[in-house]
């Protein structure tokens, strides 16, 4: 016992964290359709997804939400709870982490005493479920009972209540006539006295006798009612378990209001009036897909339903008529790939191992962002599984193709599918495995479009592994491989390339899995290939290439970063090399760049700095790699994740798109694209408030525009030459104090001297 109550002294006091929100320069963008949990209060209607929630006034019909964006975490949520009396939102997690949302200061609280107690082991401190009695929070985890003191925000004792004190599963509690009732997995229900002086001794807790496992359990009629793992539904007393009736398959939830009675399967919610005769089905029958429901509760005649799939589900108790209320958003979190164009995305969830393995299959479909609206076209719809690599036709944006890593490539147009191209219906090879072709197996992956309109892609273990497609015509070309990959090496030894990208010149380069960078001039028809200590490359596994606005290869690999400062060197010289990156450490020591580190994308903005996507979150750094200007992550960003699998860059507004594989984010960069003329120069924040420290941004600049920035009497505080669209000023004078309040000129002259511009900047400290 002596080591269970230095543990109990551990959970006195509460470790908890001020968590930041980040409304003024993020926004969330994650899926509100997989509904873990919900709860009901006051008209509000609260709903978990993935690692987000929001809540419906069933008043005014207004939804917000809640994410990283406004502090919690992006992790697995578990369970919600809302304390009308503390206008507190809990949100608990399967890590164990607690946060708490304060509605009236919009401030959140992360609580991770529970994550950070080594005697209880990960997979058992999972928070199932709240209950709140006599201002305090009773914790259902999977190691037993915690109790949480929401006036105070600190914990109090902690309840091992399984046999001889053991950690036991509680899946849920509920409070009856001043006694609780645990449903616990393995002991059935175990119950005790609220006013028992020594509820912390395991041995004070007794057992229901004749049930083993209990899956939920709820108060209804003033009657203590409770689900088995056998499907059947009991009473409780004190003493014994009577049961009521055999349920009809597998129990999601239970819930009970003041004269009805719901409990929800996977398919159905079945009604039930005080006598607990059934009043109202409602499910697979009434709905146009097959429903997963998770999760139940009312506001009167209102019922309100999670499904894993669509979201929010809003029906009466007494019509089969229902809405779905989940904001809208991308179909799901786990991100695989993206592709941007001013105002708009498009998202694909993939996705391979990193042995180009894409089993088991995913049936996603795509996301498409349209000016703030969001269009999920369905697997259904599409018919292809695994999508993971997106092109937009520039000549064309409402042409949309996708690659398949199992089915080939989905042809798209103003949201519709047009066609899947094949091995039935195109050139596009079945994968080779030990010699011979798999069926149905076409395993396209990059796909990049030339300045001739053509679209490249390549194919993964096959013959021909390189394709153009034209879309004026739909022909289609193909290339032999094997001068680049030997056979039979290009389907035994090279699992699969990574995405695309051409130049000016239309060469074409690419990754492979063991051969390193491959380049494809298409001019002359012939391959070249970087790899190993020549091409100086730390591993030949390439897993992304990009080219930045000077024309230079960006190469991530499986180990690093690397440069090829002259990419069509590939082409004319056997001496071709790539270059790493030399910075200077905090101590002046020289260190590689991203040594050792895998690298999952690149993109390169507007001011030619780059932007690569790591599982150590993102890094901002800049055009040359010798400044690390921003390394996101879950610790000082509303990341949901480190593992970042995707960045894209919106270069009309300097947005930048990051996709986790637990959902996207967006940062509002400054850095945009060149503009030809200087006619749309603007300065913001203006005027530059006392509460701003953050930077005042000039954008709608001609690349290699000179900045200065002047006094009202032409002393010069500042001055810049711009590499994109935009600069930005810390408004200090060079960098070291804060200018003074006042009118700052800022004169603009173009490269060539021809242009000139003069915009003002008010500063008021």
């Not at 543990?7 to 509100?32: H, K, M, R, T």
């Not at 019509?319 to 995305?345: D, T």
């Not at 947005?655 to 503009?675: H, L, P």
């Not at 203006?686 to 954008?699: A, F, K, L, Q």
Request: glycine content about 8%; charged content about 15%.
């Amino acid at each position: 016992m002596k080591l269970i109550y230095t543990f109990l002294l551990g959970f006195l006091f509460s470790f908890s964290i001020s968590a930041q929100d980040y409304s003024s320069s993020w926004e969330g963008l994650y899926s509100y359709y997989n509904i873990i949990d919900t709860y009901s209060s006051n008209n509000r209607v609260f709903a978990a997804a993935q690692n987000s929630i929001f809540y419906y006034n069933n008043n005014s019909g207004e939804i917000e939400k809640i994410s990283t964006i406004n502090g919690i975490s992006g992790e697995d949520i578990s369970a919600i709870y809302y304390s009308s009396t503390y206008n507190l939102v809990l949100i608990g997690y399967e890590t164990g982490l607690i946060n708490v949302y304060d509605f009236d200061t919009q401030k959140d609280l992360q609580i991770i005493d529970i994550t950070e107690k080594e005697t209880v082991s990960p997979e058992n401190r999972k928070i199932n479920d709240f209950y709140e009695v006599d201002n305090k929070i009773l914790i259902s985890t999977n190691y037993g009972i915690s109790v949480y003191d929401i006036e105070k925000l600190e914990f109090g004792d902690t309840y091992f209540i399984g046999s001889a004190g053991s950690q036991l599963e509680v899946s849920q509690v509920t409070v009856q006539n001043n006694t609780i009732y645990a449903a616990t997995n393995g002991e059935g229900v175990k119950y005790v006295s609220l006013n028992n002086p020594n509820l912390i001794d395991f041995s004070q807790w007794l057992q229901v006798p004749n049930l083993t496992t209990v899956t939920r359990i709820t108060v209804f009629n003033d009657k203590v009612i409770c689900v088995s793992d056998a499907n059947i539904l009991y009473e409780i007393e004190q003493n014994s378990a009577s049961l009521l009736m055999n349920l009809n398959g597998n129990v999601r939830d239970i819930y009970a209001d003041e004269d009805t009675f719901y409990i929800l399967y996977v398919t159905k919610l079945e009604v039930y009036n005080s006598q607990l005769n059934k009043t109202y089905e409602f499910g697979i029958n009434n709905l146009e897909f097959t429903p997963s429901f998770s999760s139940v509760t009312s506001v009167g005649d209102d019922i309100f339903i999670g499904d894993a799939n669509q979201g929010l589900i809003h029906t009466l108790s007494n019509n089969a008529v229902y809405e779905y209320l989940s904001p809208s958003g991308p179909l799901r979190n786990n991100v695989f790939n993206m592709e941007v164009i001013p105002n708009e995305l498009w998202v694909v969830y993939g996705d391979y191992d990193v042995f180009y393995n894409p089993y088991p299959l995913e049936s996603y479909g795509a996301s498409h962002l349209d000016n703030d609206e969001w269009i999920n076209i369905p697997y259904e719809d599409i018919g292809a599984k695994t999508l993971v690599n997106i092109a937009i036709n520039p000549d064309n944006v409402d042409q949309v193709f996708i690659s398949s890593f199992y089915d080939g490539l989905v042809q798209i147009e103003d949201n519709e599918i047009i066609e899947v191209y094949n091995q039935n219906n195109s050139p596009i090879e079945e994968l080779i495995n030990n010699g011979t072709a798999v069926a149905n197996d076409t395993r396209v992956n990059g796909i990049y479009f030339d300045n001739s309109g053509r679209l490249w892609g390549n194919v993964t273990r096959v013959l021909h592994g390189l394709f153009s497609f034209t879309p004026d015509d739909n022909s289609f070309t193909t290339v032999d491989i094997t001068s680049a990959i030997p056979s039979p090496d290009f389907y035994s030894q090279n699992l699969g390339f990574s995405d695309l990208i051409i130049d000016n010149s239309n060469n074409i380069y690419f990754g492979s899995y063991e051969y390193g960078l491959v380049g494809y001039q298409s001019s002359t028809g012939t391959f070249s290939r970087l790899a190993g200590e020549s091409g100086n490359l730390p591993e030949d596994y390439v897993t992304t290439v990009a080219l930045d606005n000077n024309n230079q290869l960006w190469i991530g690999t499986a180990r690093g970063l690397r440069v090829l400062y002259s990419p069509s060197t590939m082409f004319s010289s056997t001496t071709a090399e790539a270059q790493e990156i030399i910075i200077l450490d905090d101590d002046g020591v020289a260190q590689e760049l991203l040594a050792g580190i895998s690298i999952a994308d690149i993109e390169v903005d507007g001011n030619n700095n780059k932007w690569i996507a790591t599982e150590s979150g993102v890094f901002y750094i800049s055009s040359n790699g010798q400044e690390t200007i921003y390394n996101f992550t879950t610790a000082n960003s509303p990341l949901p994740s480190n593992s970042v699998v995707d960045v894209e860059v919106d270069n009309s507004s300097g947005e930048v798109y990051i996709g986790t594989d637990k959902g996207i984010v967006v940062f509002q960069g400054s850095a945009t694209s060149s503009q030809e003329t200087l006619e749309n120069v603007r300065a913001y924040p203006n005027p530059v408030r006392p509460n701003y420290s953050g930077m005042v941004t000039i954008d709608g600049l001609i690349e290699g525009a000179n900045v200065k920035i002047t006094d009202i009497e032409g002393n010069l505080v500042y001055e810049e030459y711009s590499q994109g669209g935009s600069i930005q000023w810390d408004t200090r004078a060079f960098g070291k104090y804060k200018v003074a309040s006042g009118v700052y000129l800022v004169l603009i002259t173009s490269a060539d001297q021809i242009e000139t511009k003069v915009t003002k900047i008010m500063v008021i400290r």
